[in-house]
């Protein structure tokens, strides 16, 4: 059975840094794309980086945010530094599974607060 799990999330302040982990269960992450979305208080959600071959960030993320992953424990990470409040979201990961190209598994959420 597919699970994707996310954890990690917490309060931090702005310029401070979090790390957040997806641990997967049911397949191998290594072999499938896998990704990090956010959902802020009144927007759509949207991407913000993904691993798979290569990595791949949104812009108001490069630079600031790395995602890596683990293939002894599965499990991808974001690590998040010079946080915004504009960051403050609900982190979702997701994976490619079971279509290829197809976001079709995904977690609960993790929420990340930026605030002093």
């Known amino acids: 059975q597919v699970q994707v799990v996310e954890s990690g999330g917490g309060l931090v302040q702005p310029g401070g840094s979090l790390k957040i982990a997806c641990e997967i269960s049911?397949?191998?992450?290594?072999?499938?794309?896998i990704g990090w979305f956010r959902r802020a208080p009144g927007k759509e959600r949207e991407f913000v980086a993904s691993?798979?071959?290569?990595?791949i960030y949104a812009n108001s993320v490069k630079g600031r945010f790395t995602i890596s992953r683990d293939n002894a424990k599965n499990t991808v990470y974001l690590q998040m530094n010079s946080l915004k409040p504009d960051d403050t979201a609900l982190y979702y990961c997701?994976?490619?599974?079971?279509?290829?190209?197809?976001?079709?598994?995904w977690g609960q959420g993790t929420q990340v607060t930026v605030s002093s």
């Open positions: 997701a994976a490619q599974v079971p279509v290829p190209g197809t976001w079709g598994s």
């Open positions: 049911g397949f191998s992450s290594q072999y499938y794309a």
């Open positions: 691993i798979f071959w290569d990595t």
